[in-house]
C-alpha cells in the first residue's frame, strides 16, 4: 500500500504536474488572445476526457488544462491560491469551469475574494441520473448549487438536453443549456468505410 502511493506520486509528479512557472507561462499566452479562461480537468485515461475534449470544441483559444491525478487536484492549497493569483493578475474579464471537481469550490471562493466583478460560469457536463447512489457526486453537485446561490458562480450551463429547465424549476436558479459542437469523426468513418 504505501509503495503503491509513493508510486503513484511519482507518476503524477513525472507525467502530470505542471511547474507553476510553466502555469503562468500558458495563462500569459491564453490571456494575450483572450479574456476569456476555460478550465478543464485533465484526463486521467478515460476519466474527465469528454468533458476536456467538449471545452477544447467550445473554447479552442482559450482553454486551459488544469492538470489533475482522476478528480483530485496535484496542487497544494497554498499552490492553487498562487494559480488563482496569476489568473486575478491577467485580469480575465470570464472565468468558466467545466466540469466539477472539489478542489474548485477553494479556487471559485478564492477567485471572487479577488475580484468581485469577474464573471464566472460553471458547465455541468453530467445528468441526473449519475447522482444516484453516488454520495460524491451528490456532495458536489449540492456544492455547485450553493455556489449558484451565493453568487459565487454567476451563470450555471448544462449539456445535457433539458437539464436547464429541470433544474431551473426544481431548485429556481438561472439556467442555460449548453450545445456542444460535434466532434470531427470524419477519421474514424472514413476507417470503417475503407475497410
Request: with cysteine; glycine share 4%.
Given at each position: 500500500?504505501?509503495?503503491d502511493?509513493?508510486k503513484?506520486?511519482a507518476?503524477i509528479?513525472?507525467?502530470?504536474r505542471?511547474?507553476?512557472?510553466?502555469?503562468?507561462?500558458?495563462?500569459?499566452k491564453?490571456?494575450?488572445?483572450?479574456?476569456?479562461?476555460?478550465?478543464?480537468?485533465?484526463p486521467?485515461?478515460?476519466?474527465w476526457?469528454?468533458?476536456?475534449q467538449a471545452?477544447?470544441?467550445?473554447?479552442?483559444?482559450?482553454?486551459f488544462?488544469?492538470?489533475?491525478?482522476?478528480?483530485?487536484?496535484?496542487?497544494?492549497?497554498?499552490?492553487?491560491q498562487?494559480i488563482?493569483?496569476?489568473?486575478?493578475?491577467?485580469?480575465?474579464?470570464?472565468?468558466?469551469?467545466?466540469?466539477?471537481?472539489g478542489?474548485?469550490?477553494?479556487?471559485?471562493?478564492?477567485?471572487?475574494?479577488?475580484?468581485?466583478?469577474?464573471?464566472?460560469?460553471?458547465?455541468?457536463?453530467?445528468?441526473?441520473?449519475?447522482?444516484?447512489?453516488?454520495?460524491?457526486?451528490?456532495?458536489?453537485?449540492s456544492t455547485?448549487l450553493?455556489l449558484?446561490k451565493?453568487?459565487?458562480?454567476d451563470?450555471?450551463?448544462f449539456?445535457?438536453k433539458?437539464?436547464?429547465?429541470?433544474i431551473k424549476k426544481?431548485?429556481?436558479?438561472?439556467?442555460?443549456?449548453?450545445?456542444?459542437?460535434?466532434?470531427?469523426?470524419?477519421?474514424?468513418?472514413?476507417?470503417?468505410?475503407s475497410r
Amino acid at each position: 500500500m504505501i509503495f503503491d502511493k509513493l508510486k503513484e506520486k511519482a507518476f503524477i509528479r513525472k507525467n502530470v504536474r505542471i511547474e507553476l512557472d510553466v502555469v503562468a507561462e500558458i495563462l500569459h499566452k491564453i490571456r494575450s488572445t483572450s479574456s476569456i479562461l476555460a478550465i478543464s480537468p485533465t484526463p486521467t485515461k478515460y476519466f474527465w476526457l469528454g468533458v476536456n475534449q467538449a471545452t477544447h470544441n467550445l473554447f479552442p483559444l482559450s482553454f486551459f488544462d488544469l492538470p489533475q491525478y482522476y478528480s483530485r487536484s496535484v496542487y497544494s492549497p497554498s499552490e492553487l491560491q498562487e494559480i488563482v493569483n496569476i489568473v486575478t493578475d491577467l485580469k480575465f474579464e470570464k472565468i468558466i469551469f467545466n466540469g466539477y471537481c472539489g478542489y474548485f469550490e477553494s479556487i471559485i471562493h478564492n477567485l471572487r475574494l479577488l475580484n468581485k466583478g469577474i464573471f464566472i460560469a460553471l458547465i455541468y457536463h453530467g445528468s441526473l441520473s449519475e447522482l444516484a447512489g453516488n454520495q460524491n457526486m451528490k456532495k458536489d453537485f449540492s456544492t455547485i448549487l450553493n455556489l449558484v446561490k451565493e453568487k459565487k458562480i454567476d451563470r450555471l450551463g448544462f449539456v445535457k438536453k433539458g437539464l436547464d429547465q429541470c433544474i431551473k424549476k426544481i431548485f429556481q436558479i438561472d439556467t442555460c443549456p449548453i450545445l456542444l459542437p460535434p466532434p470531427d469523426i470524419s477519421s474514424i468513418l472514413c476507417e470503417k468505410v475503407s475497410r
